[in-house]
């Protein structure tokens, strides 16, 4: 039954390229997923656009010289082109720094406005006055009240773990200008999250526990465990949405609040573009709305865009919002500062026409319940032993063969014996198994039953050996082959949502048009033959080519030298082994996670050093929701003096790094094996 779906993948920020994490976790499950349900008939609408407000596009535009709008339509351009190389098939791209979205989000304020879904706030924020623009906390830096640390941030200090308002700063300056900042009051709009809370409950808690992620559904668990609290919807910016109010001079949406709706304007003008009736995949109870997303952005799909739509009063909300985890890159997070990453149009000029390899390996190796790991050893044996080897390897034999034998023409199927339907039985089975796991979101479990089609296909040509009968037995061998060319249809077919363009070449060569019916994935599971006999084939082409050792080794060494070039080393003064050897240093596992009342920064850990159990402060609750880190393997400073932090006696350290947005992370040991209360040394 045809049913109508709105499809969004995540905005990306336009302040750099994308690289195959975008595309593991959000865009290539967002294309499977939109790509399979249109195929199956259903009225689908897959929509996108680039993210062009906020404080990282205009402090990036200061840093260059140039204006914000340079900055977004460099990276706008860039990104969309990235998305058609690797086939995205967005129905409608569009930006957030266009008309259409302006108007869209300004019209979906006043609303909320008029709906009484704001509270105005007054409150003292810094402001630059060279700079004329008030002062996000991240960009102001003072002395910390506590412990003197002189580099310490309006919100948190990194050195002692304090979190504090910018105010309490001694000596303040602006990260931007290095001048000592002013205070100024200021009013801002409040969507009144709190007055949903009961909503969401229901929504989430109640109606969506069975049906989405349980990641997506522990976390938000457990912000609305929290309590949420009104959230401020506006702030003092050029750069972004005008607030449309007089009292609201010199004031923007933030972005979080215009982001979302900018899925809202790519649809309108898609409607606008193709003459439809956008309303209907926005408010009609009848559509499915499904945001695909990486995990980092769940809080704003799952709990503020539905309270948002919720206020506004005729929205539908979300069926599901299936987010990812993150991909990790040999083994290490990835970064755009670092340079750690592998960036999609220098992919595609050393490795040109092969955009469904990193396709079919991001999908095969998705990050669906975990963070997952990418590295090119694992991408070229996939590409090898799988795509080459055995997809590559089965559709070959069977073209080369058909036009060795007859000259490219099918055959005619003879009598069928059980082992021809019980291949084509099992390769039922499969294409059943692809369909229920895609409906699931489970892309990585369809696409290695694809690869299963194609086994199946290899084995039963290995098995039937028809180069061995083709002397004595023609008519067996006709039906062989015959059989062969049916599996080879119908994996053109399949592999269209995973791998659009091998979909299309092996199409081509079988010249699916000539037959007798349409290659449709409905054809397919009724269980018709797709191809006719005495259609001509074409000649033998390469679906997929073996990747060698050095073209690997080079991608290898490309990433590790701009590991080198950015790494810094450290500058403190040097130490003996006999100071080292001072420290205490154990590892721990997180028995026990909560929260400090009154601080935004402090948990409150139990970690299990084997011999004993010990309770410590750490300052890692912007980083890490409590129930995310039980388990986790740390390593702890035992010896450290005990001290009371936050009215907590805090008995040793955990030890922490930053990634690449600056962000408290555990360090922990990657060896399973590894178990608390050993000694590091
Ligand atoms: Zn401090």
């Not at 003064?573 to 026990?592: C, M, T, Y």
């Not at 408290?664 to 178990?675: E, L």
Request: glycine share 4%.
């Amino acid at each position: 039954m045809s049913k109508r779906y709105t499809i969004t993948a995540a905005l990306p920020y336009t302040n750099g390229p994308i690289h195959i994490g975008h595309l593991a976790g959000v865009y290539i499950p967002a294309d499977i997923y939109s790509r399979f349900l249109r195929i199956k008939g259903n009225d689908v609408l897959f929509v996108c656009g680039s993210d062009e407000h906020g404080v990282p596009i205009t402090l990036k535009a200061k840093k260059d010289g140039i204006n914000p709008q340079d900055v977004v339509d460099k990276y706008h351009k860039i990104i969309k082109d990235s998305f058609v190389d690797f086939g995205i098939s967005f129905d409608n791209y569009s930006r957030t720094s266009s008309k259409i979205h302006h108007k869209t989000a300004s019209d979906f304020f006043t609303k909320l406005n008029d709906n009484n879904q704001f509270a105005k706030i007054e409150s003292e924020q810094f402001y630059d006055e060279s700079e004329d623009q008030f002062l996000a906390d991240r960009f102001i830096i003072g002395t910390c009240p506590k412990c003197h640390n002189t580099e310490c941030y309006g919100d948190q200090c990194e050195k002692c773990g304090a979190s504090h308002n910018a105010i309490d700063l001694i000596n303040p300056k602006s990260s931007i200008t290095g001048l000592s900042p002013e205070l100024k009051k200021t009013t801002h709009w409040y969507l009144k999250l709190d007055s949903h809370q009961s909503f969401l409950e229901d929504w989430i808690l109640k109606s969506h526990k069975l049906d989405w992620k349980p990641n997506v559904y522990g976390q938000c668990k457990s912000w609305l465990d929290d309590g949420l609290k009104p959230r401020a919807v506006t702030r003092d910016l050029e750069w972004g949405v005008p607030v449309p109010l007089e009292s609201a001079n010199g004031k923007v949406l933030y972005v979080w609040f215009d982001a979302p709706i900018g899925y809202i304007s790519s649809t309108i003008e898609w409607a606008k573009n193709n003459n439809k009736n956008w309303e209907k995949y926005w408010k009609d109870p009848e559509t499915e709305l499904i945001h695909f997303i990486g995990k980092d952005n769940i809080v704003f799909h799952c709990i503020i865009f539905p309270a948002m739509l919720k206020a506004e009063g005729s929205y539908i909300l979300p069926k599901n919002v299936p987010a990812n985890e993150f991909l990790n890159l040999e083994g290490d997070k990835i970064s755009t500062s670092k340079n750690w990453a592998v960036w999609l149009p220098e992919y595609l000029k050393d490795f040109p026409n092969q955009q469904d390899v990193l396709r079919y390996v991001l999908t095969s190796n998705a990050p669906e319940t975990k963070d997952n790991d990418f590295t090119w050893k694992d991408f070229q044996a996939k590409n090898n032993n799988e795509l080459v080897a055995i997809f590559g390897n089965f559709i070959n034999r069977v073209v080369v063969l058909t036009n060795k034998y007859y000259n490219g023409a099918i055959p005619k199927k003879n009598n069928f014996l059980d082992d021809d339907k019980e291949v084509l039985n099992q390769i039922d089975m499969s294409i059943l198994k692809i369909e229920k796991s895609i409906q699931k979101f489970r892309f990585r479990e369809a696409c290695n039953e694809l690869i299963n089609i194609s086994r199946t296909g290899n084995k039963y040509l290995a098995d039937q050996e028809p180069w061995k009968i083709i002397k004595e037995d023609q008519a067996r061998v006709e039906t062989v082959m015959y059989v062969s060319l049916q599996i080879s249809a119908i994996l053109s077919v399949i592999s269209e949502p995973f791998l659009p363009n091998t979909s299309k070449k092996l199409k081509d060569i079988l010249n699916s048009k000539d037959h007798q019916i349409e290659w449709t994935w409905d054809n397919v599971i009724k269980n018709i033959n797709l191809i006719k006999t005495g259609v001509n084939i074409n000649k033998a082409e390469l679906l997929f080519t073996k990747i060698e050792d050095k073209e690997i080794d080079f991608q290898i060494s490309k990433l590790n030298s701009s590991k080198k070039s950015k790494s810094i080393v450290s500058k403190k003064q040097e130490v003996n082994l006999n100071d080292f050897s001072k420290l205490n240093l154990k590892i721990g596992a997180i028995l026990e996670a909560k929260k400090i009342k009154k601080s935004k920064k402090l948990l409150l850990l139990k970690v299990d050093i084997k011999d004993e159990i010990r309770t410590i402060v750490s300052g890692i609750a912007k980083s890490y929701d409590p129930y995310e880190i039980i388990g986790t393997k740390v390593v702890v400073l035992t010896n450290l003096e005990s001290k009371v932090i936050a009215g907590v006696q805090s008995q040793g350290m955990v030890l922490l790094t930053k990634d690449e947005n600056d962000r408290d992370v555990f360090i922990s040991p990657d060896n399973i094996s590894t178990n608390e209360g050993l000694d590091i040394s």
